[in-house]
């Protein structure tokens, strides 16, 4: 018998590998994590079969599986993805993670990216309680007296940092009529907080903006080490905990850490020091 010629076997390719490729751009199109059943009706192949594939894209991290049973994208897939499309895949993983932390907690909670000068609130999830409190979602929450501000501050570049808190605080000034001695004893009151955050992965609330709401922000990273998402829990300050080491603290915290490992994200290497940490 003869071989069949190396042009001939170029061309012939590996017929499952293409299977498993096609099944993981079906599920990226689709924008959101798929039952098996979806899955199979979508590479056309019975959901045995299908389970096959997804098992072994699994094991690769082009896709996972969430606690729901539900395909979605992997740690791996996303480093191979469009960046639009990760944004979409990150935003539904972490409001299915944000509403286990609210039903876990009992506590109100909202997920925010950036905006234009600050966070802006995409979804919020109300505590089951019969008094629940719902923050405004119309425009961007500022960066000076906010935890979801604080998170997304900590990680901005020194430049871009500097001009959205000189622009605050000249706000503060005006609107307060502050003394030159109180702004610079409120910048270096933020850029202390910014350096605890970067620390802890994670900023503390406790009245700053409204008195008698606790609050905490987590950040999620891209594989830039970048923030594109925070998750903020929060309720009132006589039921809700601020402690450092309390439930909701830690279960935040672990929540956003396992969404920054789904999506192939990791936590930036370290932080150039700001100019405006120098400032008096």
């Known amino acids: 018998m003869k071989p069949a010629p190396l042009e001939s076997n170029a061309r012939r390719g590996i017929q499952s590998l293409e299977i ?59 480093q191979l993805s469009h960046a639009e499309a990760d944004r979409g895949h990150a935003r539904v993983a972490a409001l299915a993670a944000l509403r286990e932390l609210v039903e876990q907690t009992g506590e109100t909670g909202f997920l925010s990216t950036w905006g234009q000068t600050g966070p802006t609130i995409l979804h919020v999830v109300d505590a089951p309680k019969p008094i629940a409190i719902r923050p405004t979602t119309k425009g961007d929450l500022p960066l000076l007296n906010t935890s979801a501000g604080w998170v997304f501050a900590a990680y901005l570049e020194a430049e871009r940092l500097k001009l959205l808190l000189d622009a ?15 702004i610079a004893s409120m910048r270096q009151t933020f850029m202390r907080r910014l350096i605890d955050v970067r620390r802890r992965r994670l900023a503390r609330g406790a009245g700053e903006r409204h008195p008698g709401l606790n609050a905490f922000s987590a950040p999620i990273f891209d594989q830039q080490g970048r923030v594109v998402l925070a998750i903020t829990m929060f309720g009132f300050a006589a039921t809700f905990s601020s402690a450092w080491d309390g439930s909701i603290s830690r279960a935040l915290q672990a929540s956003a850490a396992e969404l920054t490992r789904r999506i192939g994200g990791a936590p930036p290497k370290a932080i150039s020091p700001s100019p405006t940490a120098r400032r008096g």
Request: hydrophobic fraction near 40%.
């Open 20 to 78: 498993g490729v096609r099944l993981f751009q079906d599920i990226h199109r689709l924008g959101r994590p798929a039952t098996l059943n979806e899955v199979a009706r979508l590479s056309g192949m019975p959901p045995s079969q299908a389970h096959r594939y997804c098992v072994s894209l699994i094991r690769t991290g082009l896709l996972q599986r969430d606690g729901r049973g539900l395909y979605g994208i992997g740690p791996f897939g996303f």
């Open 168 to 182: 605050e605080l000249d706000a503060q000034r005006r609107s307060l009529k502050l003394s030159a001695a109180a």
